[in-house]
């Protein structure tokens, strides 16, 4: 039994080593030399639009809250929700009990101030006549004149507190300050209005809501392109399928921080003639700050792709990028005139070892320029998180966090499929240098480096064999060479 059992040990083996080497040999590497297929794009016409998009509510322009400035118990409401009111109109009335009783009592005390101001007057004329002939001392003279000033000044106090008790009585009716609608009612017929502290709110007045506005918050990535006159294209849940149009009137100086992250405020009028826009709706605007009409673009996708290690670049034109004064990567990423470095054309990473090796090899001139390459790889990985086959600097996927816009041109380098020198499954790629414009996110405007009808790569199609390779260096048995990984 024990001679049974070690032959069937070493018959699976056997079988197991066999069919591994057949899957070596026949699957994978086969598949290393398939056929490469790329998917293109045909550079054409069309229209860019660039936009920054932003959250806001919608308001009137002029909204005024109205409250009341005496206490009291209100009498009457005048007025509802959704009412329509002008300038003067009657919107409540508080009880004038109390303020009529009050102005009565200052009528009666300015009634006997004023008797004591003619008795003063009096007494004072009499002195003035028996001072003139001596019969009285010039203080007695000058005693009864100060009363009669006394007199006179209370007589003017008392006719301020009597304005003071009109005023008070005139307030009991409270009038609509604006014309509008009112948008708010927080009080009722019989409720007292307390008004001791602080001025209670009665109603809220939006003076004329076919004139609405958006307070937007745009973020300081994007505020750099917001200029006052650009239009706006918003949209609000209520009539998700309609796209209502604004203006930015104003792009306000004063920062708004919430968990650290920096916002400005962005004023946008909006014309609500038909009324289907109310206070309070929260509109997602997108703010186009830059729009081209009738121009080349590319899919962004051609401006991210990165050919693999095995592609042919037949040639690379860099004609863009020298006449633009910079140092353009080369057909595989790297700037011109450096060596190749070993682990490029065997299309894996290098490690530490080799990685220091090469750039020991290298002249003070190309470290210095392999140095700058490097930063610049690293900053446009910082700034729009690319690189490699699905990512390049400052190029979006239309989701996720905002990218920086870089102002200005770019030079970016592309990769064009030349169709004469292509074989069926052997394309060849050139690798073009071209400068941009804006981008909308998934198009990018061309300024220069290509005319219409050319071929641009956005991508590999990936095949079933090549789907199931596994990377450089792995066992085609699995276990302590890293296994099988699955395709991404």
């Known amino acids: 039994m024990k001679r049974l059992f070690s032959r069937l040990i070493w018959f699976i083996v056997v079988v197991g080593l066999a069919g591994g080497g057949w899957w070596y040999f026949k699957v994978r590497v086969p598949a290393s030399s398939a056929p490469i297929s790329y998917r293109t794009n045909v550079v054409s016409r069309g229209n860019v639009t660039q936009m920054v998009t ?91 004149e100060v009363s009669l000033h006394q007199a006179q000044a209370a007589v003017k106090m008392e006719e301020a507190q009597r304005e003071r008790a009109k005023v008070d009585l005139d307030r009991t009716v409270i009038y609509a300050p604006i014309s509008g609608v009112v948008i708010s009612r927080s009080v009722d017929a019989g409720q007292t209005v307390a008004a001791s502290f602080n001025t209670p709110t009665l109603f809220q007045i939006a003076n004329d809501l076919a004139k609405m506005q958006i307070e937007a918050l745009v973020s300081e ?184 816009q870089i102002e200005g041109p770019q030079v970016r380098t592309i990769y064009r499929l030349d169709t004469e020198k292509s074989l069926p499954g052997k394309p060849v790629l050139e690798a073009v240098s071209i400068r941009t414009g804006i981008s909308d996110g998934s198009s990018t405007e061309v300024l220069e480096g290509l005319k219409e009808s050319d071929v641009v790569v956005t991508g590999m199609e990936i095949t079933e064999a090549a789907a199931i390779t596994p990377p450089p260096g792995a066992s085609p048995f699995g276990g302590g060479f890293g296994g099988m990984r699955p395709p991404r």
């Open 54 to 144: 932003a959250n806001g509510s919608l308001n009137a322009v002029q909204m005024v809250t109205v409250g009341s400035q005496i206490s009291g118990i209100l009498t009457a409401v005048a007025v509802d929700f959704n009412s329509r009111v002008k300038v003067g109109d009657v919107l409540a009335k508080i009880d004038p009990a109390t303020y009529e009783r009050a102005l009565a009592q200052e009528d009666a005390q300015l009634s006997s101030v004023k008797a004591g101001l003619e008795m003063a007057q009096f007494t004072y004329n009499r002195s003035k006549t028996l001072y003139t002939n001596q019969l009285i001392s010039e203080s007695d003279y000058q005693q009864a």
């Open 221 to 404: 990535a994007d505020v750099g392109g917001i200029e006052e006159k650009q239009t706006v294209r918003f949209t609000v849940d209520a009539f998700p399928n309609r796209q209502f149009t604004g203006t930015v009137r104003q792009v306000r100086f004063a920062p708004i921080t919430n968990q650290n992250v920096v916002s400005y405020t962005t004023v946008v009028d909006v014309d609500n003639a038909d009324l289907k826009l109310r206070p309070g709706m929260t509109a997602n605007a997108s703010i186009i700050t830059a729009n081209r009409t009738n121009i080349l673009k590319v899919p962004n996708a051609a401006l991210r792709f990165r050919p693999p290690a095995n592609a042919v670049i037949g040639s690379t034109n860099n004609a863009v990028a020298k006449a633009a004064g910079t140092n353009a990567p080369s057909a595989r990423g790297r700037p011109e005139g450096l060596p190749t470095p070993p682990w490029a054309a065997e299309g894996r990473r290098p490690t530490d070892e080799e990685r220091k090796k090469y750039d020991e090899s290298l002249t003070p001139e190309q470290r210095e320029q392999m140095r700058e390459f490097r930063q610049r790889m690293q900053a446009a990985r910082e700034a729009g998180g690319g690189g490699g086959m699905g990512g390049g600097p400052g190029m979006g996927m239309g989701g996720g966090a905002p990218q920086r």
